[in-house]
Each structure stands twice: as structure tokens, then as C-alpha cells.
């Protein structure tokens, strides 16, 4: 059938599955729009306050579905607002399409109005990205983008659509969306074998799970390996929930804010077990010194972040849920039990530091997860309160802590809870920011008040640039330049001018009360919570040095430092 290139673009949406799109209209992309408006009943779009917003709503649809997000915007600055949502989307391998429109084919090049090269902008953020400027390659590229977005290392696709492109007729054939299959042909098995070995000799075996479990879906086998192994395991911020937080075997967060069993006890291992994960600097520290007395064996889809950051003795590469299947299917069952126990009474020596008399950022974690009882989907913006959610909210399964890791994207939080509540219409979905994130990107709670999308949002208040100020006190003698937030912003007046139920809370109680009545009320909400300026996040590491250096509050007082 003859169809015009907009109409082709939704047909092709409808064959691909996708029921929502994050989005906001303009000149060049009117036409799509249009095309849109005629099917409202099969393709649900979100209008949001900001194209940002729109990216970090196809992203938080997609970490919390699995699905691939989508996103819309019109050529020139609504192309550019949409960069740092897909450059966030590309720094933790998340599969969203953005599909943007030009300038007629015949403008391009000629700074016509609102014309920029979005291809080009986009290029070092994206998996692929295109420009497609004749309707008779549409649908073939925009099926392309999927399968890309979606298959082996996840990550953003970008297609840009000349106006031409969309207005002009093609011959449209629909077709079955091609299946992705497992990334299984580069598993070599003496490569298996050879791990095998290396856990069957191991007497101090730990397993770092990263995000790359999460995106294979493999918290079943990660289970079994590390029964069949014998291992404590820890995950990355990106690979919470990949073993449940109430795993007697988990040991917490590794790295920066990680706690002190998983960077002890990673340094004490003969054998570092990493799955899915790169070694970031925010999980190894300092390169040179990880795991020194350990042998380090690296399973990931992408074989070029082998040897990367950290050189390892043995690697698998490929899908992360067939290789353990694998290993599963070969290991002996091993028994370490000397080792397990040290584990445990390093969990007991090293607790994480608790304060429920008083309203602290860990208190507001440890009160959401009692009530929710872990079943919340929780997005976070990225700082003090971000560590405090992964530290504090014992995550049951993948999929439920959404945040912004590999870029650390303030402003994030509320796009992406829109987007994990389309996806996840039953669950109860939070974000949790500072003051200072909230600022960024907080219009977009007009978009859950216009859409009546029930998110809660809680804005852990303290002042100040929370992290950051963190660091100016350890590490450059207390010198607040510019971190200091103490003016008459109301986020309670504001949330309630856009529309939202707002509560200020500034003890336990007040906020126990609150999260329950927002739960219930079940519209969109925000919950102000007033915490000191000087709370921090503990255990730290300092930058660039070993995860062994990590330290917590106690130390720095028995050095006589007050912070």
C-alpha cells in the first residue's frame, strides 16, 4: 500500500510493538505528529515539559520494561535537548530509538531555520544513527534501529527524517519484526573450561555483577553460580538487583560508596568472578591496585571492554545468561566455607551506619523500602541521595533501581519515573532527588499532573549540592564554592503550582506518614524531606586510590577530623 513516509514511521512503531512514545512536537516534525493524532488508540504519547524529559522517559521505560523507550523531537534545538538523554542512555547501554525530523532534503546545508546535523552532534553518543532523506528507505532504517537498539550490547539509536521524507509516498509492506537472538557464537568452550578450572582451584572466590546482568536477564543463574562457587557476591550501582538484597551471600555495593565487606573482601579474594560489569573508576578505584592478590576473570558481551580498564587472566565473551548456564552445568560444587565466614563477619564488623531518630537521607531509604516493602520501582537523580538508595533499598529483582550511572546525569530522576510508571503501570514508582537535581528537570512534574501519571517524588532537601559540597569538606578545606543552594525556593508551593499534592516533612514520622498517603492517594506527589547540609555519604573512597582505602565517619573522627 501507498502510504506517506509519517504514516510509514507509525506503522512501523505498531510493528515493533511500541505502545508508548516520549515526545514533543514541532515545525519539522508536524507531519509525523499528524500521522500520530490518527492513532491515538494503538500508540500512547507523552507529551512532556522539555525534550530532555522525553529522552529520560524512553529511558526509564526502557530499563524498567526491558523494552526498547522511544522518543520524539522537531529538528534544530529539539534535536539538541534530546543529547543528554541519549548520551545517558549510551553511557549504561539502554536501547531507545530517537527519532527526530530535518529540514527538507533541499535545506540541508544552508542554515536554514532550525536545521542543525543531529547525526553528526550525535554520532560519538549513539550505537548507530542515521539520516534518512528518500521515503523509500524508512521503514527498512527504522526496523534497522531496533534490531541495533536492542541487539548484543544495548544502547541508543538516532534516525533523522528530512520533512520531505515524511510528507513523500512509498510503497509500505508490513513485516514480523526480526527476533533477537543471544549473542552464543563467540562462547568458546575452552574458554569456559578454563574458568571452570580457575573456580574449582579457588579458595576465596568473590562475583561483581554489573549492569550487563541486568540486561541479560540472568538473576536466576547468578543465583545458582554463586551457590554452585561457594561466593559472596556484590554489584555495581548498575547491577542492583541481579541478586536480591536480602541474599545472605550479598555483601552490598562495591567501589566509591561501596561498602567496606565488598571492598575488603574483593581485595582479599584469589578469584574476582565479573559479570556484565567494565571496571569503572567508580568500582575498581585505582586500576593499578585491584584485586592484586586475586585472578580476575571477565564475562561481557562486548569483547572490546576485555583488558580495557583492568588486564584479567581469562574472559567469556557473549550473552552473560548462556555463559552461566554454561559454567552452571560444569562447575563442581565447591566448598568454601572458611571463606563465607570471614565474609559474614565482616558484613557483622562493617555495618552500614544507620540514624533512625532523626530525619537523614538513609532514614527516608530505609523507611520507603519498609513500607514498600522492596516491591517499589525506584529512580533516583544522581548524588548523595542516589548512593543513600543504592546502599539503603534492598532491591528484590532487576529492573527496579533506574539511574543514571555511566554519565551521572542530574535532572534525570523525573523523566525516567514517568517512563518506568508507563511501563510498569502497577507498581509503585518513586524518584528520589537532592534539591539541587530536583531543579534541573522538576517541570517535569507537570507532565505526570497533565497525564495524571502517579509518581511520587521525593527531594531529599539539604541545601546544598550535597555530593559536591561532600568533597569540598574531605578534600579542599572546606572552601563552598558555589554548592551553597539556601535561598527562598518552596519546592512545596512550586510541586503545587504544577499541579502535584505536596507534603514537608522533617522528621521520621512526618515522612512515614506521608509516603503512605501518597501511596494511597495513588496521584502524582512530592514529599520534601529537610535533612542537615553536612550529612554524607559513608563509606568513601577517595578518587584514584584502592577500594581498600575505603573509609567511614568512625575513621575520620579516630583521626580526629571533624566533617
Known amino acids: 500500500m501507498q502510504l506517506t513516509g509519517s504514516e510509514i514511521v507509525v506503522e512501523c512503531l505498531k510493528e515493533q510493538g511500541v505502545d508508548t512514545i516520549f ?4 515545525g519539522t516534525i508536524l507531519n509525523i505528529y499528524d500521522a500520530l493524532y490518527k492513532h491515538q488508540d494503538e500508540i500512547t504519547h507523552i507529551l512532556t515539559s522539555h525534550e530532555q524529559g522525553a529522552a529520560h522517559a524512553a529511558d526509564g521505560y526502557a530499563r524498567a520494561t526491558g523494552k526498547v523507550g522511544v522518543c520524539m523531537a522537531t529538528s534544530g534545538p529539539g534535536a539538541t ?10 553511557m549504561d547501554s539502554i536501547p531507545i530509538v530517537a527519532i527526530t525530523a530535518n529540514v527538507a532534503k533541499s535545506g540541508l546545508g544552508k542554515d536554514s531555520f532550525q ?21 523509500e528507505e524508512l521503514a527498512d532504517t527504522l526496523r534497522k534501529a531496533f534490531v541495533i537498539a536492542k541487539s548484543g550490547r544495548p544502547g541508543p539509536v538516532l534516525v533523522d527524517i528530512t520533512k520531505d521524507a515524511t510528507a513523500n509516498k512509498a510503497e ?6 526480526v527476533e533477537v537472538e543471544r549473542v552464543t557464537d563467540t562462547i568458546k568452550e575452552e574458554d569456559v573450561d578454563v574458568v571452570v578450572d580457575l573456580i574449582n582451584k579457588a579458595k576465596k572466590p568473590f562475583v561483581i555483577v554489573g549492569g550487563g546482568a541486568i540486561a541479560s536477564d540472568c538473576a536466576d543463574e547468578i543465583r545458582e553460580f554463586v551457590e554452585l562457587a561457594d561466593a559472596p557476591v556484590c554489584d555495581s550501582l548498575m547491577g542492583k538487583g541481579a541478586i536480591e538484597g536480602t541474599n545472605p551471600r550479598y555483601t552490598g555495593m562495591i567501589g566509591m560508596h561501596g561498602t567496606k565487606t565488598s571492598n575488603f573482601g574483593v581485595t582479599e579474594s584469589d ?13 575498581v578505584g585505582n586500576a593499578k591496585a585491584f584485586a592484586k592478590k586475586a585472578k580476575i576473570v571477565h564475562i561481557d558481551i562486548d569483547a572490546a571492554e576485555i583488558n580495557k580498564n583492568v588486564k584479567v587472566d581469562a574472559s567469556i565473551i557473549g550473552d552473560a545468561k548462556e555463559i552461566l548456564k554454561r559454567l552452571n552445568a560444569k562447575i563442581s560444587r565447591q566448598d568454601n566455607a572458611d571463606w563465607m565466614a570471614y565474609i559474614e563477619n565482616m558484613k557483622e564488623k562493617y555495618p552500614l551506619a544507620l540514624d533512625t531518630t532523626k530525619l537523614t537521607g538513609p532514614a527516608v531509604i530505609d523507611t520507603l523500602y519498609k513500607v514498600t516493602n522492596g516491591d517499589a520501582i525506584v529512580t533516583t537523580d544522581v548524588g548523595q541521595h542516589q548512593m543513600w538508595a543504592a546502599q539503603f533499598y534492598q532491591f528484590k529483582e532487576p529492573r527496579q533501581l533506574i539511574t543514571s550511572g555511566g554519565l551521572g546525569t542530574m535532572g534525570y530522576g523525573v523523566g525516567a519515573c514517568i517512563g518506568s510508571k508507563m511501563g510498569n503501570k502497577d507498581k509503585v514508582c518513586v524518584n528520589i532527588a537532592g534539591d539541587g537535581c530536583f531543579r534541573m528537570n522538576m517541570n517535569e512534574i507537570a507532565t505526570a499532573t497533565r497525564y495524571n501519571i502517579p509518581i511520587i517524588q521525593i527531594v531529599i532537601n ?34 503545587e503550582g504544577l499541579g502535584a499534592k505536596a507534603y514537608k516533612c522533617t522528621t521520621p514520622e512526618e515522612f512515614e506518614a506521608a509516603i503512605k498517603d501518597a501511596i494511597k492517594l495513588n496521584i502524582p506527589c512530592v514529599i520534601e524531606c529537610q535533612i542537615d547540609q553536612d550529612d554524607k555519604v559513608f563509606p568513601m573512597v577517595p578518587a584514584a586510590q ?13 583521626k580526629g577530623y571533624e566533617c
Open 172 to 177: 509500505y509492506v508490513p513485516q514480523t519484526p
Open 115 to 135: 536545521e542543525i546535523d543531529i547525526v553528526g552532534v550525535t554520532m560519538p553518543i549513539t550505537k548507530h544513527n542515521f539520516i534518512v532523506k528518500d521515503v
Open 462 to 495: 539539604n541545601h546544598v549540592l550535597g555530593m559536591v559540597r561532600q568533597w569540598q569538606t574531605l578534600f579542599y578545606g572546606k572552601r563552598y564554592s558555589n554548592t551553597v543552594l539556601d535561598d527562598g525556593v518552596d519546592f512545596c508551593k512550586v510541586s
Open 546 to 558: 584502592p577500594i581498600s582505602e575505603a573509609f567511614s565517619e568512625e575513621d575520620l573522627a579516630e
Open 271 to 283: 578469584l574476582v568472578i565479573v559479570v556484565g560489569a567494565r571496571f569503572s573508576d567508580r568500582v
Open 81 to 90: 535537548n534530546l543529547v543528554t538523554g541519549i548520551a545517558t542512555a549510551y
Open 23 to 26: 515526545g514533543y512536537p514541532g
